[in-house]
């Protein structure tokens, strides 16, 4: 089982595009650290008008903390698009390349082939949020510096600067299950089209789709939030609240791990009852 | 004709009198917080305003007469820019015309009415100590922020040690429907709804 792995994981970090990938997140960090650079003081002074109208406000207000605070946005839709373009191939190149066939010729269990790739997949997810996570954070820290985070959700937050770094810790971590949730569905679909791009094109379809209703909360779809997957992945926003709501929390991780099973019991009965010949 | 003619002077003579009465309060008020010298403190701040979390900051701040305030401390630091010790010369130093309101106990209240067109407070009631000329109350209509209140509490000392400012404030949460998509863990009125915040301050004098 453990050659298993590390042949996948070889095969994996032998791809250039999980390298492109990794490429385009640490891209995209520094297009924010740049954008924000320039025009951050002049947006927060913006969203903080309503304040400043009563207040005197003193500090750094747009530091490194508060710019891996907002670069963590990208979780909405480029973490999850650039996860799945890696993940979905550690299942469908098998098939695209033809050699599906003789992997599955080899004297070995067809549960212990795909628990393979499944914790090859677990794995490139916890480096990716990983290089995600430092690549937002420490870049920022040095062209911005320290201080507490505005953070706009339920209100206007103030996270305190000591308490920052646990809690983007404990978002980070949370990601990672969102994003493994996310991937075990792409890879359901990457299995059963047996095809790359049908499975990217049909998951992003799916996060778009969930994103919308979730944004638009119109009246017809409000009631609907709660069994959206994308509902659940938001939940890395809470870490961010004064009082961190422990129960939704948990009820988030509760829905993404049953979540997780549940494409996973799909995709080892797909895989395991696939013919040879197909 | 005469007997209207004593009247007429008697009315003046009581109205003159207390003018003049009003006049020498307020002057001694005046000259009180005029001579009051540049503040520096240490302030304990506790902001309760619905929209608004922020835990209590420990800052030192130094009151300049007509500039900014210089505020340091860690992070990032909140001041209200009404209701603080320093505000109290500021609002003395325009020009106003007083009116006695009323006594209780050993505090009086005043009406100021100000008559600096540019100036941003409108109207304004004063509770003071007649002993000390301490100011221990203020209701104060504003161009630019509304109604603001403070009750200020004081030692032996002439300056505060405690000032509780309310005032009105808008919710908060108008801007957050642009970038913050985890909404709906408290009930807020409704966007054009103006509630109350609430303000303490503890001073440390420097």
Redesign the interface.
């Given at each position: 089982m453990k050659t298993l792995i590390l042949i996948e994981l070889y095969k994996l970090f032998k791809s250039n595009r999980t390298y492109l990938v990794f490429a385009i997140a640490i891209l995209l960090m520094i297009i924010i650290d740049l954008g924000l650079y320039k025009d951050g003081d002049e947006l927060f002074g913006y969203l903080l008008q309503p304040i400043s109208e009563n207040f005197f406000i003193e500090g750094n207000m747009v530091n490194g903390y508060l710019i891996s605070y907002l670069a963590l946005n990208t979780l909405w839709v480029h973490i999850p698009i650039l996860i799945i373009i890696v993940t979905t191939h550690i299942f469908s190149s098998e098939f695209e390349l033809g050699t599906i066939k003789t992997l599955l010729t080899q004297p070995i269990e067809r549960t212990e082939l795909i628990a393979a790739k499944i914790v090859a997949m677990i794995c490139f997810v916890i480096i990716f949020m990983l290089v995600v996570a430092l690549s937002a954070l420490l870049p920022a820290l040095v062209l911005f510096g320290f201080g507490d985070v505005i953070v706009f959700i339920d209100g206007i937050q103030f996270i305190q600067q000591p308490t920052y770094l646990g809690r983007y810790m404990l978002a980070i971590f949370f990601s990672i299950i969102s994003m493994v949730a996310f991937s075990s569905m792409a890879m359901f679909f990457a299995l059963y089209f047996r095809n790359t791009l049908s499975a990217i094109l049909i998951s992003i379809g799916i996060l778009i789709l969930s994103t919308l209703i979730q944004t638009f909360i119109f009246g017809f779809f409000s009631d609907w939030q709660p069994f959206l997957f994308t509902y659940h992945f938001a939940k890395w926003q809470l870490f961010f609240v004064d009082t961190i709501p422990v129960k939704t929390i948990v009820n988030a991780v509760i829905f993404l791990l049953v979540m997780i099973l549940f494409f996973v019991a799909l995709s080892v009965m797909r895989f395991k009852k696939m013919q040879i010949t197909e | 004709m005469r007997t209207q003619l004593t009247f007429a002077l008697l009315f003046f003579s009581f109205v003159l009198t207390g003018q003049t009465q009003n006049d020498l309060v307020i002057q001694k008020l005046r000259e009180k917080y005029s001579g009051q010298k540049d503040i520096k403190c240490q302030i304990l701040v506790k902001v309760e305003v619905?929209?608004?979390?922020?835990?209590e900051k420990k800052i030192y701040v130094e009151f300049q007469k007509g500039k900014?305030?210089v505020?340091?401390?860690?992070?990032?630091?909140?001041?209200?820019?009404?209701g603080t010790a320093d505000q109290f010369a500021e609002l003395l130093s325009s020009n106003f015309q007083a009116i006695f309101l009323q006594k209780k106990g050993a505090a009086v209240c005043y009406k100021l009415v100000s008559l600096d067109p540019a100036s941003d407070w409108i109207t304004a009631d004063i509770w003071f100590t007649e002993k000390n000329y301490n100011i221990i109350e203020t209701i104060v209509n504003s161009k630019?922020?509304g109604t603001f209140s403070a009750l200020y509490t004081y030692s032996d000392k002439e300056m505060p040690i405690k000032s509780v400012i309310t005032?009105d404030?808008?919710k908060?949460?108008?801007?957050?429907k642009f970038?913050?998509?985890?909404?709906?863990?408290?009930e807020?009125p409704e966007n054009d709804k103006v509630s109350r915040?609430k303000i303490t301050l503890n001073y440390i004098y420097l």
């Open positions: - | 619905e929209g608004i979390h922020i835990p900014k305030p505020i340091k401390g860690e992070g990032l630091l909140l001041l209200p820019k009404k630019k922020h005032f404030v808008k908060f949460k108008l801007p957050l970038i913050g998509r985890e909404q709906g863990l408290t807020y915040g």
